[in-house]
């Protein structure tokens, strides 16, 4: 399965990255810019066929992955 660019969506929008870490290294700003503090990644995993998602949140003002798994 060819791999493809993680993406975020935050308020509606989608990001392309170039690689999950510039995400997670980006992830407190995303959050903050969010409107209802969510944000949603879909991406590929090394090794593994499908996209994979997760849904990250603010809880005590740290970036947390809530839920997660194979779409």
């Keep these: ?4 660019k993680p993406c975020v969506t935050v308020n509606r929008k989608q990001k392309e990255y170039k690689t999950y870490a510039e995400i997670k290294k ?3 700003s995303l959050l903050k810019d969010s409107e209802d503090n969510e944000v949603f990644v879909s991406r590929s995993r090394r090794g593994e066929w ?5 849904y990250w949140g603010l809880q005590n003002n740290k970036p947390v ?7």
Aim: glycine share 16%; proline share 5%; no cysteine.
């Design 65 to 71: 992955m809530g839920k997660h798994g194979w779409q």
């Design 50 to 54: 499908g996209e994979w998602f997760e």
């Design 26 to 28: 980006n992830m407190r």
């Design 1 to 4: 399965m060819p791999k493809f």
